[in-house]
């Protein structure tokens, strides 16, 4: 008894695998706020602000400091020989740079200089708004990850929904066709004659087919489901559960085909981005062009020496690099330039301009394109579910008729499993034409630049 108990402590104190329940929107919104693929392009935002802020800090101060403490020869006395620090007749400069006489000295200096560019001649402009404009292509990259995870979402939660639907439809046969088998098992037993072996047979071989397709469809709703964990951030020992009991198709669409163009053409962000990026390379073409410009710039400089072991040399005539001070506010010019590359610079940014613009001529036609294509796709879809769920219908009255007949003794065996296999083909069919239909209109939206 007692550890019988145990048991049922052990049990009952288990943990139960959390359960999430979500509709398509909940998935949707899930995967946005988990998924690192948007973290990347959130990052190569980033990274382009960074290069803005690059861009315009090359304009601002530039501060430069330089130091360093070494060791020098000592030195006493004056500029003559023997030390004198005056002459009148027949002097001679010390010679003796090279002598140890007076020992060592440290040696120490200290430059500072403060720069402020005037002006670049267009130069650091072109490089600032080429980085802002690439900003924007950035962010318009973050909206365009989002959609393609939407898509992969909505494919996901379609495919599940299409999954578990396809195995009730063969759990739901199987039972019609294991209960046709069991009929005919107690006719042969009772050897009453409504049934014959090749009748057994037959069903044998519905319920094996069937096996078969089950095994088949679990395996792709294990799948869905997985795909739809992974893409929503979910732990893989987690639990789905939809809210959607059954797949439905979404309503038609009651745009016409010039209004979806018209959409696409005010909404796409590729449009955006082909104007930032036609922006940034006419920035970057004009900051080429400038380079061959001089620099302009104004500023402070100064600098210190100090060798404590070293007489000064207070001659404003010679300068003592080892003990000295100077500072100073400047105007100064740099001004370099490469006769032959440079150019060859400014041919390479215009050649990619020239080529920014032939692509975004082709965006004006092929989006077009993509949206009439996914038009014509939902039509064609849509009147093709209605049909087949026409189609489905009826095959459901002729299996459930021929089941009844042939409870009746009025059918063989052999017409069940034809009217059961054009309902689970026609079914399946049926199924597959409104996921297609789902993804499709999904697809219509985005390539329509409708980002919900």
Known sequence: MKFFLFLMVGFISAPVAAVTTMNLHQAIEMSLASNPRIDEKKAFVRKAEAMLQEAEGTGGLRYSVESFLAITTGLEGGFYEGGESSCSTDCEPRDDIYEFQDGLSLWGTFTLSIIKPLTTFGQLEGYQEAARNNIIIKQQDVTLEKEVIKLDVVRAYNG????????????????????????VTDWLADDNGKAKQSDKFALQAGLGLIDSLLADTAALEAIAREGLKLLTGLDRHEQIELEDRRLRAVNLPDKTLDEWIDLALSN????????????????????????????????????????????????????DPFNYGAISPLVGMRWQWEEDAQ???????????????????????????????????????????????????????WMIASYTDF???????????????????????YLKIVNDYNNHVSRLNSVSGVYE
């Open 160 to 183: 599940f929904l299409a999954a578990r639907d396809g195995r009730y439809l063969l759990e739901d046969t199987k039972k019609r066709l294991q209960s046709a088998m069991n009929l």
């Open 268 to 319: 796409r962000v590729e449009f955006k981005q082909v104007e930032a990026g036609l922006a940034a390379r006419r920035g970057l073409v004009k900051a080429k062009r400038a380079s061959k410009k001089p620099l302009i710039f104004a500023g402070i400089a100064g600098s210190i020496a100090y060798s404590p072991g070293r007489d000064h040399l207070d001659n404003p005539h010679i300068f």
């Open 343 to 397: 150019p060859a610079r400014v041919a390479q940014e215009q050649a990619e301009l020239d080529a920014l613009v032939h692509k975004a001529s082709f965006a004006r036609k092929g989006i077009p394109f993509q949206v009439t294509e996914q038009y014509h796709y939902v039509q064609a879809k849509h009147a093709s579910m209605l049909a087949m769920k026409n189609s489905a219908q009826s095959a459901r009255r």
């Open 407 to 429: 409870e009746a003794g009025l059918e063989e065996a052999e017409k069940i499993l034809t009217a059961m296999q054009a309902y689970v083909l026609a079914y399946a069919e």
